[in-house]
Structures are given as structure tokens and as C-alpha cells.
């Protein structure tokens, strides 16, 4: 059962989550565009939440070149989950996605 929310923390929920939605379009845009690289996000999923929370295979869908298929196949390869967060990765796992993106 969902909490009970005034009218008012509902929709102040619903514009926290709405911000969140926009950055990680906006974090996703700048991916694909080569704005940032794999390797600076990994850097910052530990620090910002934001990054930390995203899941990985959102992440690498937003690579150039890397669809939906490549991206479930590259980290089927690698021994990552589909439900994995950026945050959760093992240092290994870091490597090996930097290794299999180059």
C-alpha cells in the first residue's frame, strides 16, 4: 500500500521525480552527443546520486553506436544484471565495460 500523502507532498513528490526524469535525459543527451564519456560517469556514480542511480543498461543504450541488443548482449558477457545501478558496479565490472566501449 502506497503512503498516505496530502495533496501537497503529492505534488511535491511529483516534481522531485520529475526533475530527477529530466536529468537523466539530460545526462543521457550529453552521453550520446560525447559531451561525457563512460568513464567520467563511472567516476561520478559514486559520488552523485543522480548517476549512481541510473541503471547501467539505460546507460550504455545511450552510446553511440550501442542499441538495445549490443548493450544487453555486452553485459550479459560481462556478468552484469539488467536491474543493476551505475552505483553497484564492482570495480571489475567498471573495467571491463571500459574495455568492451573502446
Same mark, same amino acid.
Not at 498516505?4 to 536529468?23: F, S, V, W
Not at 561525457?36 to 553506436?65: I, Q
Not at 541488443?69 to 565495460?97: D, F, H, P, Y
Given at each position: 500500500?502506497?503512503?498516505?500523502?496530502?495533496?501537497?507532498?503529492?505534488?511535491?513528490?511529483?516534481?522531485?521525480?520529475?526533475?530527477?526524469?529530466?536529468?537523466?535525459?539530460?545526462?543521457?543527451?550529453?552521453?550520446?552527443?560525447?559531451?561525457?564519456?563512460?568513464?567520467?560517469?563511472?567516476?561520478?556514480?559514486?559520488?552523485?546520486?543522480?548517476?549512481?542511480?541510473?541503471?547501467?543498461? $539505460?546507460?550504455?543504450? $545511450?552510446?553511440?553506436?550501442?542499441?538495445?541488443?549490443?548493450?544487453?548482449?555486452?553485459?550479459?558477457?560481462?556478468?552484469? $544484471?539488467?536491474?543493476?545501478?551505475?552505483?553497484?558496479?564492482?570495480?571489475?565490472?567498471?573495467?571491463?565495460?571500459?574495455?568492451?566501449?573502446?
Amino acid at each position: 500500500m502506497p503512503p498516505q500523502l496530502t495533496p501537497e507532498q503529492r505534488a511535491d513528490a511529483l516534481k522531485k521525480a520529475a526533475e530527477a526524469r529530466r536529468q537523466r535525459a539530460e545526462i543521457k543527451d550529453k552521453l550520446k552527443l560525447g559531451r561525457v564519456t563512460l568513464k567520467e560517469l563511472l567516476e561520478k556514480a559514486g559520488s552523485d546520486e543522480m548517476v549512481g542511480k541510473m541503471k547501467v543498461v $539505460s546507460v550504455l543504450e $545511450s552510446l553511440p553506436g550501442l542499441g538495445r541488443v549490443k548493450a544487453r548482449r555486452m553485459m550479459e558477457e560481462i556478468g552484469i $544484471s539488467e536491474t543493476r545501478r551505475m552505483q553497484g558496479l564492482g570495480a571489475n565490472q567498471r573495467e571491463a565495460l571500459l574495455r568492451a566501449t573502446e
